[in-house]
């Protein structure tokens, strides 16, 4: 088992351009995260999703979108990136019910010049 | 919304030393998991404690969810238990999780 992994671990970006951020698991969770830690913070809820299909808007949605079109995917864009959205950004995913414990990807280190 | 407090914010110990973390959050909550994120910044799941007492090895974690708080203790600290504590709290009636402040511990040897 993999667990859960993302793809890039880096990207630097200049500002307005876009991309993708994939995160992947295979412990066939129904519940999936994005999240973004600033430095020297916590981390904070970008977008979730309950299942395959569905998203929803965490904390600090602006700037973001996401698609859930397989159970095992869960991807974050950034239409037109911002230096304020340079940050690490971490995918985690749960199994739901009463225990919904979250496993945590490695993270991606983006930064937007 | 709910606010999710750590202390103390940073912590510096010997080799050898014990500590108690403390996570207080100001409502009712689903479920609570303690972190460590290493200094590579991985995050490492420690417990998942939404009340009661657990232990595994030299840590141990007690969620008094009633007075809304959860306690981290690390025995015998070593220096590979520097980093980042998290306590993050599942908002209860919902599926999203907010993460606290963080205490930043230093292990010295």
């Known amino acids: 088992n993999a667990g859960v992994t993302q793809t890039p671990k880096f990207r630097v970006l200049k500002t307005g351009q876009s991309m993708t951020l994939l995160c992947a698991q295979d412990?066939?969770?129904?519940?999936m995260y994005w999240y973004r830690q600033d430095p020297g913070m916590g981390l904070r809820l970008i977008h979730y999703?309950?299942?395959?299909?569905?998203?929803a808007k965490g904390e600090v949605p602006d700037g973001y979108n996401v698609s859930r079109l397989k159970k095992q995917n869960f991807l974050l864009g950034l239409e037109s990136a911002a230096p304020s959205q340079t940050s690490v950004y971490f995918c985690a995913s749960s199994y739901p019910g009463g225990y919904n414990e979250q496993f945590f990807g490695p993270g991606t280190r983006l930064t937007v010049l | 919304g709910i606010q999710v407090e750590q202390s103390p914010p940073d912590l510096i110990l010997q080799e050898g030393a014990n500590s108690t973390l403390r996570c207080n959050f100001s409502d009712s909550v689903n479920n609570l998991q303690w972190f460590h994120q290493n200094p590579w910044g991985q995050l490492i799941n420690l417990f998942y404690?939404?009340?009661g007492t657990k232990q595994n090895g030299r840590l141990s974690a007690t969620t008094v969810a009633t007075e809304r708080y959860s306690l981290l203790y690390i025995s015998s600290s070593q220096t590979t238990d520097s980093g980042v504590y998290f306590c993050?709290?599942?908002?209860?009636?919902?599926?999203?999780?907010?993460f606290g402040t963080g205490t930043r511990l230093k292990v010295l040897a």
């Open positions: 412990m066939n969770h129904e519940y």
């Open positions: 999703s309950v299942g395959e299909g569905t998203t």
């Open positions: 993050a709290v599942e908002l209860r009636g919902t599926y999203k999780y907010i």
């Open positions: 404690i939404p009340s």
